[in-house]
């Protein structure tokens, strides 16, 4: 599948696409590091949730809610 054949897909078909994709890199974790950009982003959300700033989901529900802001 291409670029331009991507594009072409509707935002759930996307997202579906997205899901697989992190699903399976997650299944080797081993084999690639952490960029450091991230490790930055996690400390700031941890303190800005313990501020009472950000709002924990159930993971089902994120993506659900995901996909009705992208219908």
Do not use: N, Y
């Amino acid at each position: 599948m291409s670029i331009a054949d991507l594009r072409k897909l509707s935002p759930i078909e996307k997202l579906k696409i997205i899901e697989t994709l992190w699903s399976d890199l997650a299944e080797d974790q081993e084999s690639f590091a952490s960029p450091a950009w991230h490790a930055d982003a996690l400390r700031k959300t941890e303190t800005e949730f313990a501020a009472g700033r950000v709002e924990i989901l159930d993971w089902e529900v994120a993506k659900k809610e995901l996909r009705k802001r992208a219908e």
